[in-house]
């Protein structure tokens, strides 16, 4: 029995030492279309698609800055022509303001429409007393003076409701 079980115990070790079929260690073509994509490869692609971001975020902010200073350059544009057509329209104001408030336009308005005419009576008043008859003489030369550039503001008025008058006539 001695020879069987010793026959028995060295088929058993063969056995064991035997490696099984269903592990199989080896490295062919088959292996590497199993192993799948390599690292190396993965972080080129990566570093690929990084750079691809970077360059179209920055195109992105380029025409984002384009476009807001067209809008701004417009936009300015339209404030400059606003601007002028203000000008405009004040010059034009101001030269309307000049006819509209001319007196001599006021004074043939009013002559013409409402028949008003200047008061030709003018009356004086002496504050003086009997007293005062010195100071009398020399007011009534100051007088005499103020009289003839009053006369001439009345020319000047006479001659202004002259020229209104003509139109009607």
């Known amino acids: 029995m001695d020879v069987a079980e010793r026959s028995r115990e060295r088929r058993d070790e063969r056995v064991e030492q035997r490696p099984s079929f269903s592990v199989v260690t080896g490295g062919g073509l088959d292996a590497r279309a199993r192993a799948g994509v390599s690292p190396q490869f993965l972080h080129r692609v ?3 698609v990084v750079c691809a971001l ?3 975020a920055l195109g ?10 067209v809008s ?7 404030l400059r022509s606003q601007i002028k057509e203000a000008q405009t329209l004040n010059e034009d104001l101001q030269v309307e303001k000049s006819v509209l408030s001319s007196s001599s336009r006021i004074s043939r308005i009013a002559t013409q429409n ?8 003018r009356e004086v008043v ?3 007393s009997a007293s005062d008859s010195a100071a009398t003489a020399s007011t009534d030369a100051t007088s005499a003076s103020a ?3 009053s006369a001439d503001g009345d020319a000047a008025q006479s001659v202004t409701n002259t020229d209104t008058a003509s ?3």
Do not use: H
């Open 46 to 48: 990566r570093t690929v």
């Open 54 to 56: 970077v360059f179209l």
């Open 60 to 69: 992105a902010c380029r025409v984002a800055l384009s476009t807001a200073t």
């Open 72 to 78: 701004t350059l417009q936009a300015n544009s339209a």
């Open 114 to 121: 409402y028949g008003m005419t200047l008061s030709t009576n």
């Open 126 to 128: 002496d504050l003086s």
């Open 147 to 149: 009289s003839a550039s």
């Open 167 to 169: 139109p009607e006539a």
